[in-house]
Structures are given as structure tokens and as C-alpha cells.
């Protein structure tokens, strides 16, 4: 699957400066707008996906049923949004530093579904295994998937350039040590320092990644026949994110921060992409039912 699409809908500040060093002064509306900010909305973003999709399915059969896909994919745009956005850098001159690698760009994604009846009905015997095993159902889903990319910046101060951020410089080589948590770094801060004077870094935008995450969904069904007609009660268990697997987030990516280069968020969605909360905090939750079919 491959689609291009220019025109994505996201506003421009028209009076960002394009001279580095420039400050306010800088801004080409300044005379009027002062160091305000003059968003001008159109149809001017770019985005670009590919993908490799592959589906695999097992009917439902002998009890069994599975059910998964695996995507191979790359995204790459100006802004996230199709809508209500705004480009990152705004200057004429350094607008191209917008396409990169999208902000939910995973170039991995594989998930794999399954439904399991077990062999027993206790309409079918009397005996302790059917008494026991009969009428249940296992359901489960496994997904795994690669880290969403972020952005390392710096202190706009010395570059004074309104309306573009700065990006850090990379020196060497982005080492990953792959610790989270208060376990240490998740990748090598030292290889990263600030720009001298009004230059950009030499970095770009989306260009790291955080970690890949994976999880469990389970759930087990029971169901209670009610005599021979046809109604039943079923009872669920529903366990997400089953092993309270922490779904870690992007690292900080500040370099300014006390913390830059340590994960320290996860999502609270068992996906990685909710709001976040402190690191280490349990993800896993259980919920009971029971439901009456007639």
C-alpha cells in the first residue's frame, strides 16, 4: 500500500523570522503584529505512507480460531495533524526541516488474536472434567510494535530565530542503552550538546526513536446453560495487559532537562500512546461480568 498526499490542511506563521540572531525585530510583520505569531491556514502540508500488510486467519475450527496481521510501514509528513496543526519551523528558508518521519510512524506492527473452546460441554457428561473444563472459553490478543519517533531539541535563546525551535546537535553516534525508569538512560546523553551562536543543530525532526513496546489481553467466558431452553448465563474474567507490562513512553528529549535521555512516562492505554503517567505505575486492570443471553 503506498499513498502521497499534498495539501494536508495546517496553519503557517506568517510572521516567523527567517534570520537567525534576528529576535523580534526580525519578525516581517512586526511593525504590525509586534512578536506575535500570524497563523495563515491552507492546504500546504505534504504526507507520504508505504506499507507491506499481511493478514493471517485460521477459521473457526475444532474450537480454535486465530486471527492476526503484521504491517510493515513507513511514515513520513510535515505535521501529524490534517486539521487544526502548525508546521514546526515556520521561516521560508528552513520550512523543508518539517518532513520527516511522522509522529506515529511504527515500522513494525504485528498483533495476533485467538479464541480457544475447550472440548467439554457439561450437557455432554456428568463426569468431574466435564463438571470442571466444560463451557469455557479462552480469548486472547498479543501485540507488539515498534516505538514512536521523537525529536531532540535545545535552548532557542542563542538563535533567537521567533517562531522556529532549535534542534540539537548530534556528536558521534546515538548510542541506545536501552535502561528505563529510574534504572538509568535510555540512550547515551553525552553524545548531545547545545548549538553555539545562531546555527541549527544538525539533527532533524522525528529522527530517534523511543522503545517498542508488547502486551497481553486475556479474558476466560464461562457459560451456565439454563435447562434446554436455549438461555445461558456467562460469566468473564478480562485481563488487560495480563503480565502489567509497563507500556513505556517517549524519553525526555530536552536536552536543558535534568532527565534528558531517561524514559520516564508510560501510556495508560496499554498501547504507549495515551497521556501519561509516572513510570512504573501498574497497567494492568481486571474486570468481571456476567451476562444473561435469552
Not at 498479543?142 to 535563546?157: L, N, R
Not at 533567537?160 to 542503552?177: E, F, H, K, R, T
Request: glycine residues 12%.
Amino acid at each position: 500500500m503506498s499513498t502521497t498526499k499534498n495539501g494536508g490542511f495546517t496553519d503557517i506563521d506568517a510572521n516567523a523570522s527567517d534570520v537567525p540572531g534576528g529576535g523580534a525585530e526580525s519578525r516581517p510583520l512586526s511593525s504590525i503584529r509586534g512578536n506575535q505569531s500570524m497563523l495563515l491556514w491552507g492546504p500546504t502540508a505534504k504526507s507520504r505512507y508505504n506499507s507491506l500488510q499481511v493478514a493471517i486467519n485460521r477459521p473457526f475450527k475444532n474450537g480454535l480460531m486465530l486471527k492476526g496481521a503484521y504491517t510493515l510501514s513507513k511514515a513520513k509528513n510535515e505535521v501529524d495533524d490534517d486539521g487544526w496543526s502548525q508546521l514546526t519551523w515556520n521561516a521560508p528558508s528552513q520550512r523543508a526541516r518539517n518532513y520527516g518521519n511522522a509522529g506515529y510512524d511504527r515500522p513494525n506492527m504485528f498483533q495476533m488474536a485467538f479464541v480457544y473452546e475447550l472440548p467439554y460441554r457439561t450437557t455432554n457428561g456428568k463426569d468431574v472434567m466435564h463438571i470442571i473444563l466444560g463451557d469455557w472459553q479462552v480469548n486472547g490478543i498479543y501485540s507488539a510494535y515498534s516505538g514512536t519517533p521523537f525529536t531532540i531539541t535545545a535552548s532557542s535563546a542563542d538563535l533567537n530565530m521567533p517562531g522556529n525551535p532549535q534542534i540539537a546537535n548530534l556528536n558521534g553516534s546515538y548510542d541506545v542503552i536501552g535502561k528505563k525508569g529510574q534504572a538509568g538512560f535510555y540512550f547515551d546523553p553525552a553524545a548531545f550538546s547545545q548549538p553555539q551562536g545562531t546555527t541549527f543543530g544538525n539533527t532533524e525532526r522525528n529522527q530517534f526513536r523511543a522503545p517498542g513496546n508488547w502486551n497481553v489481553d486475556f479474558s476466560l467466558f464461562r457459560g451456565f446453560p439454563v435447562g434446554g431452553t436455549g438461555k445461558r448465563f456467562e460469566f468473564r474474567a478480562e485481563f488487560f495487559n495480563l503480565f502489567n507490562h509497563p507500556m513505556w513512553g517517549i524519553p525526555v528529549s530536552d536536552i536543558t532537562s535534568n532527565n534528558f535521555g531517561r524514559v520516564l512516562t508510560v501510556g495508560n492505554d496499554g498501547r504507549g500512546n495515551g497521556s501519561a503517567r509516572d513510570a512504573g505505575t501498574g497497567e494492568r486492570q481486571i474486570r468481571f461480568g456476567l451476562r444473561f443471553q435469552f
